[in-house]
Structures are given as structure tokens and as C-alpha cells.
């Protein structure tokens, strides 16, 4: 959780990539470093506390985007359009 944790060295001091900036951001914002340090203060967050793909081991180290769409899916979607 970098600085809210007592390690200066992640967000908002730089960022690693596994620092969860938006659970560290929300509770910056509702008070946590100024003092506010109970529930639910040092609950808030966003729901999303892993991955669903691991990191991988060379740069960009983020996995690669899903596509959006099922795999089963036709490559290009049908618009009732004739040509």
C-alpha cells in the first residue's frame, strides 16, 4: 500500500507496478495519512485486490489487454448491413 503502509518508496513516491493506486488514492483522499486510520477509512477501495493474469517477467511486465470480445465470437460483428 506504499506510503500507507510506511514504505515511501511506491505511490505516491513513484509506483511500482503491483501498487493498487487506486485503493492507496481513495483512502489518501478520505483522510487515512492525515489521522482517519479506523474503518472504514482504511477499507475503501475499489474490489479489485489481484490480478486475473500474472505479471510477466520481462517488460512491459503487465499482461497484454483482453480483446473484448468472446472467443467464439465472429472476428468482425455482423451488421445486418448487405453489401
Keep these: 500500500m506504499g506510503a ?3 514504505d515511501l518508496g511506491g505511490f505516491p513516491n513513484g509506483r511500482r507496478v503491483s501498487d493498487d493506486v487506486t485503493d492507496i488514492a481513495l483512502r489518501v483522499v478520505a483522510g487515512v495519512l492525515a489521522g482517519n486510520t479506523g474503518a472504514p477509512y482504511n477499507t475503501l477501495g475499489d474490489g479489485v485486490n489481484a490480478n486475473d493474469v500474472p505479471y510477466q517477467e520481462t517488460f512491459p511486465y503487465v499482461a ?18 448487405e453489401k
Design 64 to 81: 497484454f489487454a483482453h480483446s473484448g470480445r468472446p472467443a467464439d465470437a465472429p472476428a468482425t460483428p455482423a451488421t445486418g448491413e
Design 4 to 6: 500507507l503502509a510506511g
